[in-house]
């Protein structure tokens, strides 16, 4: 199982520095959640992670490997994406769509193999979507293509799973379906590494999480220790009071911060 870890990270988005000095750890077994306000930089880090932007100072490791020294191949065979770019255009199907997934862990021109397909059906059903799976994908509504994004990473069989925003779109079922699902994943020792502007889903799900803030990790930890009145005042402009019910974190939001 293998540790992702962002060290000193900094980036820059055309002539504006984004990241500044960003250090993380998402260890196997634990899903952490990318937290922060719209701009502080959570899609940025994500994709530094995955090597889609380059870094312009610090390093992204993969149990202590740069990934820049990595093979390419390598990098995408351990990390399992699903991003907010459309998952395919038309003329593709949920399955096929699904597939490239596997062709990404089995090499491009290595024949399909029936454990191949069998992974791929079983990450269909684990995403509730085998009965769309002749559909092109460009007729799905965006729930639909979000869990197909989903699939398509799981397909891979990743040691590091990263995800950015993947609730959007999806009605309640599907969005503590999905976040069940990365919690069975972190039982199995993947490394999970989730956006989220869902405050009080990130609270219940994830282990740790990481707050950004105008491109700077302002605060890591349990939400116990991170998700302070004084935190949620500060970085995002709202009251809120974590506490616990039946053994669950629940996040009351109590409205704005009024200066
Ligand atoms: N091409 C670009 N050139 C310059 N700045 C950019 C570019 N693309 C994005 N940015 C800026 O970089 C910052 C970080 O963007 P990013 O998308 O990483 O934030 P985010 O935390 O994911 O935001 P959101 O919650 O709104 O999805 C933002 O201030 C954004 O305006």
């Known amino acids: 199982m293998t540790r992702l870890q962002a060290s000193a990270v900094e980036a820059r988005l055309g002539d504006r520095q984004v990241l500044w000095g960003v250090d993380l750890d998402v260890a196997p077994g634990e899903v952490l959640a990318l937290v922060g306000p719209n701009g502080s930089g959570k899609t940025t880090l994500l994709r530094t992670c995955y090597r889609a932007l380059s870094v312009s100072g610090g390093a992204i490791l993969l149990d202590n490997d740069d ?3 990595m093979r390419r191949r390598d990098v995408a065979r351990t ?28 090499g491009w021109f290595e024949p399909f193999r ?7 059906e079983s990450v269909l059903a684990r995403v509730s979507l085998t009965a769309h799976a002749d559909r092109d994908v460009a007729t799905l509504s965006g ?11 799981l397909a ?18 599907h969005q ?9 994943l972190a039982a199995d020792g993947l490394a999970v590494l989730v956006t ?3 405050m009080r889903l990130a609270a219940e799900y994830c282990d740790r999480m990481a707050v950004l803030h105008a491109g700077h990790v302002v605060d890591v930890g349990t939400p116990e220790n991170v998700l302070t009145p004084e935190l949620l005042g500060e970085v995002f402009g ?9 053994g669950r974190r629940v996040l009351d939001l109590l409205g704005l911060v009024h200066e």
Do not use: C, W, Y
Request: glycine share 8%.
């Open 67 to 69: 990934i820049h020294s």
């Open 79 to 106: 990390i399992g994406v699903s991003s907010q770019e459309p998952v395919a255009f038309g003329g593709v199907t949920v399955r096929e769509s699904v597939r490239l997934g596997r062709s990404v862990q089995r």
């Open 114 to 120: 029936s454990e191949d397909d069998a992974v791929v």
């Open 143 to 153: 729930g639909e293509r979000q869990r197909v994004s989903i699939a398509r990473a």
């Open 156 to 173: 891979q069989k990743p040691e590091v799973l990263l995800l950015d925003e993947p609730t959007n779109h999806l009605d309640l079922r």
């Open 176 to 184: 503590l379906g999905v976040l069940e699902m990365l919690r069975e």
């Open 196 to 198: 989220l502007h869902d």
């Open 238 to 246: 709202v009251r809120g009071v974590l506490r616990s019910v039946e």
